[in-house]
């Protein structure tokens, strides 16, 4: 049988495999196989939507909350539906035998391609082979072609496509499953199917188009319907090509407007040949991994599993300037309800800050276009400032639900929107981090000292003064650890608050010299006064430390050091520590047992502040009680651990993060990819492994690398400009590539040099050994 597909199959480096069909993998796979392009998503759903698939179009942004506790992530009709039957009998895995079945994921051109053989009882074989994607080119664009071919005998072929609207979002702990939009109209028009749904809520009017069509024999016949029925004879062949598009537009009772401009593009994409529909998609997958891809000399699957990863990241870049960002679980399942946490400012945004700027600026302009219900947020808490909700969907309204499963299958209270604040401050971090990549001054004017200011003010009015211990403190919170709720002076969230208080206030004066003008809008707006500034300066100084002078070790909260030590003695296949059997999770809380990197967080995001003896102190101890029952944990324990030079955890770590969801390590990879552990990973990558660090306009890279590593490529943007890298163990070659003829400074294996711009340099452990140029 010939394989039609074979060209788009053929680099082993960025393919992902499904080579059995196996109905217990058969959500995990459509997770790991959606297709997207950061407007929109579908599921890796099989044409013939087999019994228990989880169907899946999620549009950036769009949510409702009509039947839910809380809004969720709105499912949309189906436009990958396309089923059939042969002589009556359905085409499909689980209706026939397949005698052999796989599919591949091809990560470099987003692509996905089916190749199964069908047999039916009375052994008469039939062949089907699929493509698929989502335009990266159009983002209202899908395409996909079938080839099938009946291998034994004459059939008559039944055809059932068009767009599927039976789909709903799953239930939750306590709800059922439920539809968020109503079908306003259906129908075909010119050879296309029409359809146009409205959510219950928000009234988003959603538009699809879709048509297709079959050649046979060389003959092309556009179809009238989305049913029909034709005869094909043995070792015949058929090739049909559906090509759907989606838009969604704000809510008007006539939609004939919106029809009409719809159907115009369509139409263009319709009537285009599907290879040169499917070559400008590859060709603009082709511009942007020349930007975000990390070549690493290893292994096969190491180097597969990576591409994966940011393969998933990319098709989740919101592109929409702030009306969406990335979920826990980006678009690719209904994890969390498509919910925005932390993770997405802490752990996602840094990869697009490094490759595609623009998209971690829409991320951070998301955050800005809700501080009005930040505000709110804050006042109706009591607080001053801006207080911004633990989970947000649209608004930017507290989206938390009140119960869920804990990670032993229990249904527990959600108490995170009560006291884990933290993100509030984690959010005026990105925003920073932002301003210090780009040196967008422009931003820092116009969003980012807002953000900083108000979220400063939400301290002021959230800590307490001891008088007893003269010092200020945060009672009443919960830290990254959520196994421990409601405690005082978590050292993470002290340590980022002080951060904030002293940032805004160092903005204010940075303003107030550099840019009057700014700060004059900026106090007439938030009615800001100096004396207030200077109140902010003064609790960040007296806000109470958490850490132990003698040892070195920060505790981690208030009463931490006093609580039951459990050894942890035995771990999975791994390498992450099991739960004694004897403790339940109820019980963690009177545990020093933790969930993952609490006090290590706070001193990785301002490692500048802390010395490698107070990192490796708190490495030591918090290593050993540390459970990683989230997928947050993993990244951030490895890139501590390649700090802290132990290399054997690094490398394991690094791998769990890695593997999240191409192995489903946390078993619940069917509800959609993990978000964080998709970022973490690169993260661990290029300051970890790399060694890579940008600060005040200075390019550091120190490489240590496992052993199973002999070299990584990969290239960054900061501040405008394009750095190279090429680095092993031993050596690192670096380009800075401008549109400015200048000088850098450069920290290579702690030592500092000044470079030229546009010119190769290669650097030795051992010191400069050569120049390199080239223009």
């Not at 052999?100 to 051109?109: E, G, P």
Request: hydrophobic share 40%; aromatic share 16%; charged share 25%.
């Amino acid at each position: 049988m010939e394989e039609y597909y074979r060209s788009y199959c053929e680099d082993d480096f960025w393919l992902i495999r499904e080579t059995v069909w196996a109905p217990s993998l058969q959500n995990i796979r459509e997770s790991q196989f959606t297709l997207g392009n950061g407007y929109f998503a579908t599921r890796g759903v099989l044409e013939e939507i087999p019994y228990d698939a989880m169907s899946g179009t999620y549009i950036a942004g769009i949510y409702d909350g009509i039947g839910s506790q809380v809004k969720e992530l709105v499912n949309f009709p189906n436009p990958f539906n396309f089923r059939f039957t042969v002589n009556g009998e359905k085409i499909g895995l689980g209706a026939m035998r397949n005698v052999f079945h796989k599919r591949i994921l091809n990560t470099k051109k987003a692509l996905l391609v089916r190749h199964t053989l069908f047999e039916n009882v009375r052994r008469e074989r039939f062949d089907y082979q699929s493509i698929r994607f989502v335009s990266l080119n159009n983002k209202n664009l899908g395409v996909m072609q079938i080839i099938f071919t009946p291998l034994d005998k004459n059939c008559l072929l039944d055809v059932y496509t068009g767009i599927d609207t039976s789909v709903f979002n799953v239930g939750t702990v306590t709800e059922g499953r439920k539809k968020h939009f109503k079908v306003k109209e259906a129908g075909q028009f010119k050879n296309a199917g029409y359809l146009a749904v409205v959510t219950l809520e928000k009234k988003y009017v959603v538009i699809y188009w879709a048509g297709f069509y079959y050649e046979v024999d060389g003959k092309k016949i556009f179809a009238s319907d989305n049913v029909f029925q034709f005869e094909l004879k043995k070792n015949q062949t058929v090739k049909f090509t559906k090509i759907f598009f989606i838009k969604h537009f704000p809510y008007r009772e006539d939609i004939h407007l919106y029809k009409e401009r719809t159907f115009i593009r369509f139409s263009q994409a319709f009537h285009t040949d599907f290879n040169k529909l499917i070559t400008k998609h590859i060709k603009k997958w082709e511009g942007v991994w020349k930007k975000v891809d990390i070549i690493i000399e290893g292994t096969a699957n190491l180097q597969q599993n990576l591409r994966f990863n940011l393969y998933h990241l990319l098709i989740s870049a919101p592109q929409d300037k702030g009306f969406s960002s990335v979920g826990a679980r980006t678009l690719s399942g209904e994890g969390y309800r498509g919910h925005i946490f932390w993770d997405t400012e802490l752990f996602v945004m840094p990869f697009y800050l490094y490759t595609f700027p623009q998209i971690a600026k829409n991320i951070l302009l998301y955050r800005y276009r809700r501080l009005s219900k930040a505000r709110e947020l804050a006042k109706r808490e009591g607080y001053q400032g801006a207080k911004f909700p633990w989970e947000s969907a649209d608004t930017g309204e507290e989206e938390t639900p009140a119960w869920a499963r804990d990670f032993d299958g229990s249904i527990i209270k959600i108490q995170t929107h009560l006291y884990e604040h933290h993100i509030t401050a984690d959010i005026a971090y990105a925003f920073y981090k932002y301003y210090l990549a780009t040196g967008d001054e422009k931003f820092l004017k116009k969003y980012a000292c807002e953000i900083i200011f108000e979220t400063a003010r939400f301290w002021t009015s959230r800590v307490f003064y001891n008088k007893i211990t003269k010092r200020y403190e945060i009672r009443g919170i919960i830290g990254p650890d959520e196994f421990h709720i409601n405690v005082n002076n978590n050292a993470y969230t002290n340590g980022l608050a002080q951060w904030n208080l002293s940032l805004a206030y160092t903005l204010f004066f940075y303003l107030k010299k550099r840019a009057p003008s700014t700060l004059f809008r900026l106090t007439k707006k938030l009615d800001l006064t100096e004396k207030e500034v200077k109140d902010w300066i003064k609790i960040a100084k007296k806000l109470k430390p958490n850490i132990d002078k003698k040892n070195k070790v920060i505790e981690q909260f208030d009463g931490y050091f006093k609580l039951k030590d459990i050894e942890l003695k035995n771990t999975d296949e791994n390498g992450i520590p099991l739960l004694p059997k004897p403790i339940k999770p109820k019980d963690l809380k009177y545990t020093k047992l933790i969930k993952q990197a609490d006090v290590l967080m706070l001193l990785y995001l301002l490692r500048d502040r802390f010395s490698f003896s107070v990192v490796r102190a708190n490495y030591d101890y918090y290593i050993k009680r540390t459970l990683h029952k989230s997928s947050l944990s993993a990244p951030i324990h490895a890139i501590m651990a390649v700090k802290c030079e132990d290399m054997h955890r690094a490398y394991n770590f690094f791998n769990v993060s890695l593997r999240t969801d191409i192995s489903n390590l946390y078993g619940n990879t069917r509800e959609g990819i993990h978000a964080a552990s998709l970022g973490g990973t690169w993260q661990a990558v290029v300051f970890g492994f790399c060694g890579i660090e940008f600060k005040n306009g200075i390019i550091s890279v120190t490489p240590k690398f496992p052993r199973t590593w002999q070299k990584v490529r990969l290239s960054l943007t900061y501040r405008g400009d394009k750095v190279e890298f090429n680095l092993t163990n031993e050596e690192a070659r670096v380009k800075i590539v401008s549109k400015k003829k200048k000088k850098m400074k450069v920290v290579v294996f702690g030592k500092s040099y000044s470079i030229l711009t546009n010119k190769k340099y290669k650097f030795l452990k051992k010191g400069l050994k050569k120049e390199e140029y080239y223009y």
